[in-house]
């Protein structure tokens, strides 16, 4: 027989999105299980978002040091990854350990539950023999892992994933990166710049094959200059690993049949929800559904509620954060704002760092929107001249010319993400395009590209 506890709220997977509901609703007064088999704090403080951007600050660094002889005299440049490792080692993730993560749960008022829970019903979970049946009911954010793909031979070869690559503690000779989306690019070049040799492996036309062509023009430009060869148009046949060295096979977009060898293979194509075996056929929901549906409180069901990566709304640590407060206004009966989508923002950490926010041109084409594109080139900018080397980028905007606003915007450069924030406010707002050209922008400054993209209008 199963013991039996009654709660207020169990909390299934205790990533930001779901430590911060699990911590805001003891707070309110709940009583709160948190339950989870992996680390308290998800993937991002451990093998994605902070230990990533430590590599790429370091990457950047050796990059700018390079660029001294073209600016302000000579530099040596001797890449060492061993700082940046125990960095991440001692710093990020207290060598991934979630002590720390667990007493603060802890303390909020949250009982911590460690292993792999199911839903048994409606408003029920079950953790290692244990039924919480919690009154107001169960809130998922199980997130997702690492994908791979059906490629002959890759599941017998020690290839790593992102959470493999984080935990190195020296940079590869050579590296092949399969994948050319924000994971894969951007550890693509930061491994560059550490003096591997590196091939990514892309099977759409273009890397970062979600972002605007000219960000993308933008980034492979950079990438040539940092060495890295990007082999866009691929399809793998087969992988194998003999003699410590990983050899692809693969059919380039001339549909010539060649061979990649390297030390290290990085898989960074994508990634799967964690669905499948937490009980969601007990509640009338798929387990072999991509996402679950929510409405805009973040209701997937009868007293269950999803946020995070398994909602589809964007695998960003910021959306699940936005989607955790939805979530906790809705169990503490407060009112709104609910979830709106049209305006989230995404950062791509490459140098030059590529942000976004709602639309592509391409989708307002096909939503049917009447469109009126605008593009700004970063280095024909005064700020950009100043900048020099490592100051190319681009802001595009795209308008929906009967409305009168921002439905879309790119910000590329060296302060990409930055910069996207006064995009985001307009697309967010829907700030008329007339008062947006009226604003006086300081100078010079790199966000004054977006003023001569919105004077390109057509």
Same mark, same amino acid.
């Given at each position: 027989?199963?013991?039996?506890?009654?709660?207020?709220?169990?909390?299934?997977?205790?990533?930001?999105?779901?430590?911060?509901?699990?911590?805001?609703?003891?707070?309110?007064?709940?009583?709160?299980?948190?339950?989870?088999?992996?680390?308290?704090?998800?993937?991002?403080?451990?093998?994605?978002?902070?230990?990533?951007?430590?590599?790429?600050?370091?990457?950047?660094?050796?990059?700018?040091?390079?660029?001294?002889?073209?600016?302000?005299?000579?530099?040596?440049?001797?890449?060492?990854?061993?700082?940046?490792?125990?960095?991440?080692?001692?710093?990020?993730?207290?060598?991934?350990?979630?002590?720390?993560?667990?007493?603060?749960?802890?303390?909020?008022?949250?009982?911590?539950?460690?292993?792999?829970?199911?839903?048994?019903?409606?408003?029920?979970?079950?953790?290692?023999?244990?039924?919480?049946?919690?009154?107001?009911?169960?809130?998922?954010?199980?997130?997702?892992?690492?994908?791979?793909?059906?490629?002959?031979?890759?599941?017998?070869?020690?290839?790593? &994933?992102?959470?493999?690559?984080?935990?190195?503690?020296?940079?590869?000779?050579?590296?092949?990166?399969?994948?050319?989306?924000?994971?894969?690019?951007?550890?693509?070049?930061?491994?560059?710049?550490?003096?591997?040799?590196?091939?990514?492996?892309?099977?759409?036309?273009?890397?970062?094959?979600?972002?605007?062509?000219?960000?993308?023009?933008?980034?492979?430009?950079?990438?040539?200059?940092?060495?890295?060869?990007?082999?866009?148009?691929?399809?793998?046949?087969?992988? &194998?690993?003999?003699?410590?060295?990983?050899?692809?096979?693969?059919?380039?977009?001339?549909?010539?049949?060649?061979?990649?060898?390297?030390?290290?293979?990085?898989?960074?194509?994508?990634?799967?929800?964690?669905?499948?075996?937490?009980?969601?056929?007990?509640?009338?929901?798929?387990?072999?559904?991509?996402?679950?549906?929510?409405?805009?409180?973040?209701?997937?069901?009868?007293?269950?509620?999803?946020?995070?990566?398994?909602?589809?709304?964007?695998?960003?640590?910021?959306?699940?954060?936005?989607?955790?407060?939805?979530?906790?206004?809705?169990?503490?009966?407060?009112?709104?704002?609910?979830?709106?989508?049209?305006?989230?923002?995404?950062?791509?950490?490459?140098?030059?760092?590529?942000?976004?926010?709602?639309?592509?041109?391409?989708?307002?084409?096909?939503?049917?929107?009447?469109?009126?594109?605008? &593009?700004?080139?970063?280095?024909?900018?005064?700020?950009?001249?100043?900048?020099?080397?490592?100051?190319?980028?681009?802001?595009?905007?795209?308008?929906?010319?009967?409305?009168?606003?921002?439905?879309?915007?790119?910000?590329?450069?060296?302060?990409?993400?930055?910069?996207?924030?006064?995009?985001?406010?307009?697309?967010?707002?829907?700030?008329?395009?007339?008062?947006?050209?009226?604003?006086?922008?300081?100078?010079?400054?790199?966000?004054?590209?977006?003023?001569?993209?919105?004077?390109?209008?057509?």
């Amino acid at each position: 027989m199963s013991e039996e506890q009654h709660v207020d709220l169990v909390v299934l997977g205790l990533g930001p999105g779901g430590e911060s509901v699990a911590t805001e609703a003891a707070k309110a007064g709940l009583t709160v299980v948190g339950v989870d088999e992996r680390l308290v704090g998800g993937e991002c403080p451990y093998y994605g978002c902070i230990p990533s951007k430590m590599v790429i600050r370091a990457a950047d660094a050796l990059a700018e040091a390079r660029r001294v002889a073209d600016l302000a005299g000579s530099a040596t440049v001797a890449p060492d990854f061993s700082p940046v490792a125990t960095r991440i080692r001692d710093e990020a993730t207290d060598d991934w350990d979630d002590a720390v993560a667990v007493e603060r749960l802890e303390k909020a008022g949250v009982t911590f539950v460690r292993g792999h829970g199911r839903l048994a019903g409606e408003g029920v979970v079950e953790v290692a023999g244990t039924r919480y049946v919690a009154r107001v009911g169960v809130v998922l954010n199980t997130g997702t892992a690492p994908a791979a793909p059906p490629v002959e031979g890759l599941a017998d070869t020690p290839f790593w &994933t992102n959470r493999d690559v984080l935990r190195a503690t020296e940079a590869p000779s050579s590296l092949v990166v399969v994948g050319g989306g924000a994971i894969g690019a951007e550890l693509a070049q930061a491994f560059a710049r550490f003096g591997s040799r590196v091939s990514v492996l892309e099977a759409a036309p273009r890397i970062l094959a979600l972002e605007e062509p000219e960000a993308s023009e933008v980034v492979a430009a950079s990438f040539a200059r940092d060495g890295v060869q990007v082999l866009a148009g691929a399809s793998i046949r087969s992988v &194998t690993y003999a003699d410590g060295r990983f050899t692809v096979a693969f059919t380039d977009a001339d549909s010539t049949d060649l061979d990649l060898d390297a030390d290290r293979l990085l898989v960074a194509a994508g990634r799967r929800p964690n669905l499948h075996d937490i009980g969601l056929e007990t509640v009338g929901l798929d387990p072999s559904a991509r996402s679950l549906e929510t409405d805009e409180r973040m209701r997937a069901g009868e007293r269950l509620w999803a946020i995070g990566d398994i909602t589809g709304k964007g695998a960003f640590t910021h959306m699940s954060m936005y989607q955790a407060g939805i979530a906790v206004r809705d169990l503490t009966g407060t009112d709104g704002p609910w979830a709106s989508y049209h305006a989230v923002p995404r950062v791509t950490f490459t140098d030059p760092e590529v942000g976004s926010v709602g639309m592509t041109e391409q989708q307002a084409r096909d939503a049917r929107l009447t469109v009126r594109v605008g &593009t700004a080139a970063l280095a024909e900018s005064t700020r950009g001249w100043i900048h020099g080397p490592g100051g190319d980028g681009v802001v595009k905007v795209v308008e929906d010319a009967d409305a009168g606003y921002l439905v879309g915007a790119t910000s590329v450069g060296p302060t990409g993400g930055e910069v996207l924030s006064m995009l985001a406010t307009a697309v967010h707002a829907r700030v008329p395009t007339a008062v947006l050209r009226e604003q006086v922008l300081a100078y010079p400054t790199f966000h004054r590209a977006v003023s001569s993209a919105l004077a390109a209008l057509a």
